[in-house]
């Protein structure tokens, strides 16, 4: 059975960092497309950064552009999310989505495009 476990979640201060690790069991992370989205009360789920792990560039959302990074352990089949230069508006609950498609390095599928998805991590972050 496939399962994603997000972790790293918690509360900082503006311009602080942090880092979101999702570890994926029941399927290797080759060949997908994986991905970040988060999600505020009342909002639609926002596409944050995106990449095929077979070897596209990733793509991120223009909020966070130039401040995060997703990348991938392929040893630990763990996908990470590196942010940096928190903002009070970067709150919200972090998902990690996985799906066994071809995804390119220029636009953000939509969350039905992922099949497989964790259960979130809350990040807070204050002013």
């Known amino acids: 059975q496939v399962q994603l476990v997000e972790s790293g979640g918690g509360s900082v201060q503006a311009g602080g960092s942090l880092t979101l690790s999702c570890a994926a069991f029941?399927?290797?992370?080759?060949?997908?497309?994986v991905a970040w989205f988060r999600q505020v009360p009342g909002k639609e789920r926002e596409g944050v950064a995106v990449v095929y792990t077979g070897g596209e560039r990733p793509y991120y959302g223009d909020a966070v552009k130039g401040r995060f990074t997703i990348s991938q352990d392929n040893a630990k089949n763990t996908l990470y999310l590196q942010m940096n230069s928190l903002k009070p508006e970067d709150t919200g609950m972090y998902y990690c989505?996985?799906?066994?498609?071809?995804?390119?390095?220029?636009?953000?599928?939509?969350?039905?495009?992922?099949?497989?998805w964790g259960q979130g991590t809350q990040v807070t972050v204050s002013s």
């Open positions: 029941g399927y290797a992370l080759v060949g997908y497309c």
């Open positions: 989505a996985a799906d066994y498609s071809y995804c390119p390095g220029d636009y953000f599928p939509t969350p039905v495009s992922f099949r497989h």
